[in-house]
C-alpha cells in the first residue's frame, strides 16, 4: 500500500543511482553501477539518498498549486527568445566604395561624338541627294532624239545598227566598259519612247507591216508586242514615218498619210 500524505507531513524518497551524482572533478566508472537483485544496498553502497537540500521535493495536494505557479513563472517562451532583438546574431554593414574610372568616360564620350558627326554626315549626303533629284527630276516620259539616245538613272539607252545588219536595243552605264544588247528587234525602229519604267519602240516589219515592241525595265525583262484594251496586238498596215509621244498615247503617221493614235495607259 502506498502511504498518503498528510498536510504536515514530508516524506524522504530514494532513487536506484542509475547516473551517479559526481561533482565537476570526479570521474564515473563501472563500478558504480546498480548491484545485483538480492544484495545489501546498506552493505555495498549502490544506493544513495537525496536530501531536501539537494533540489529533491515531494507534490503534495498543498504544494501541487505553488510547483505550477513556479514552473509558468520560469518558462521561457521559445518563440518570444527567438523573435527579439537580443536572439538575432549580429551581422556588420559593409558599403563597397565604387572607384569611377575617368578614362571609360573619356572613350565613351569621344565614341558618341563620333556617332553624332558620323550620323549628321549621311543626314546631310541624303538631303543634299534629295534637293538635287527635285532640282533635276528623273523623266519617266520622254523620247530620244536622233541617236542621242534616254538617260536613265545613270545608264543610257539607244537603238544601235549591228554590223551583219538589223537593230538592238542596248545600253551604256556608268563606270562600266562596253555595250550590252537587251534586245534584238526584228523590224527598222522609227524611235525610242521611255513610258513610266519601260521602253516602246514602233517599227517596221518586212513584211509591210507595223507594230510596237514594250521592253519593260527591271531583272528578267520580258519583251512582248503593245496590245489593244482587249490583249490583241497593235499592228498597222504600211510604213511608220513619223512616231510622237503626246501625253499618254503616241501619234503615228504613215507614208500613206494615215493618223493613228494609240493609248498607252
Known amino acids: ?30 563500478n558504480d553501477a546498480p548491484r ?9 553502497g549502490s544506493f544513495q ?3 531536501a537540500v539537494d533540489g529533491a521535493r515531494l507534490t503534495t495536494r498543498v504544494n501541487a498549486s505553488e510547483t505550477a505557479s513556479f514552473r509558468v513563472q520560469n518558462a521561457r517562451p521559445v518563440e518570444a527568445v527567438r523573435m ?28 558618341a561624338l563620333l556617332v553624332v558627326a558620323i550620323v549628321g554626315t549621311l543626314l546631310a549626303r541624303a538631303l543634299l541627294s534629295v534637293e538635287q533629284v527635285g532640282d533635276n527630276p528623273v523623266a519617266e516620259q520622254t523620247q530620244a532624239v536622233g541617236d542621242e539616245g534616254i538617260e536613265y ?17 542596248t545600253s551604256t552605264s556608268d ?8 534586245y534584238d528587234l526584228a523590224g527598222t525602229p522609227v524611235t525610242l519612247i521611255l513610258y513610266n519604267t519601260a521602253f516602246v519602240i514602233p517599227e517596221n516589219l518586212p513584211d509591210g507591216t507595223w ?7 527591271g531583272g528578267g525583262s520580258v519583251t512582248q508586242q503593245v496590245t489593244d484594251a482587249d490583249g490583241n496586238p497593235i499592228v498597222g498596215q504600211g510604213e511608220i514615218s ?12 504613215t507614208t500613206a498619210g494615215e493618223q493613228v493614235t494609240v493609248s498607252l495607259v
Open 36 to 44: 545485483p537483485i538480492g544484495v545489501d544496498p546498506e552493505a555495498t
Open 175 to 182: 563606270g562600266f566598259e562596253g555595250t550590252a544588247v537587251l
Open 84 to 111: 527579439s532583438t537580443a536572439g538575432r546574431p549580429k551581422v556588420e554593414h559593409h558599403e563597397v566604395e565604387v572607384k569611377s574610372n575617368r578614362r571609360v568616360f573619356i572613350i565613351l564620350g569621344v565614341a
Open 153 to 169: 538613272r545613270g545608264t543610257t539607252y539607244r537603238l544601235t545598227q549591228k554590223d551583219g545588219g538589223g537593230y538592238s536595243l
Open 242 to 253: 513619223s512616231a510622237t509621244l503626246s501625253g499618254d498615247a503616241i501619234q503615228i503617221s
Open 211 to 217: 507594230d510596237l515592241i514594250a521592253y519593260p525595265l
Open 49 to 51: 539518498r537525496i536530501n
Open 1 to 30: 500500500m502506498v502511504p498518503v500524505a498528510s498536510d504536515d507531513q514530508t516524506f524522504t524518497t530514494t532513487i536506484p543511482e542509475l547516473v551517479p551524482i559526481v561533482d565537476g572533478d570526479q570521474e564515473t566508472s563501472m
